[in-house]
């Protein structure tokens, strides 16, 4: 089931506001230079059809994809617009960096760029099982009809 969030809303407004990018952790949109150490990572760490998904965002000249850093190493990364205009994810972090907000700095950042690039909406795809996750700091509806009818229908 697919996720909206709706960029002005107040609760939006307040993680904005909250976006913490501590425990020395950086939040930087990727060149595309390095492309291929982020996808090996994602290849590494996640899955071969999000690392596809995510190298969609390289074709852009400024790459719709962020990663985190601590100490020189990439411990996470997100895409948006990469699915479908307006849509965010993947989203992943790695299982040893997990429980230090850098899951929610991705995620309220790559947000806040769509909302700059003028969307009203997020759209989180296919999320069900994440859910609980991203209700935690974000104003979530599910799209009630995307759990039979989802642009993941076209997959092979």
Known sequence: ?????????PEFIEALAMLDES????????????KQQLLDYICEHFSQNWASEVESGFGMPNPTVFVAIQAGEIVGFVAYNVTAHGFFGP???SKSA???????ALTV??????????????IIGGAEEAAEFYHQFLPIEPIVSSH?????????
């Open 1 to 9: 089931m697919d996720l909206l969030v709706n960029l002005y809303s």
């Open 23 to 34: 425990n020395n952790v950086k939040i930087v949109r990727m060149l595309s230079c390095r």
């Open 91 to 93: 989203l992943g972090v």
């Open 98 to 104: 997990r429980g230090q907000g850098i899951g929610q």
């Open 109 to 122: 950042r790559a947000l806040q760029v769509l909302k700059q690039d003028g969307y009203p909406y997020g």
């Open 148 to 156: 039979e009818h989802s642009i993941y229908d076209r997959q092979i």
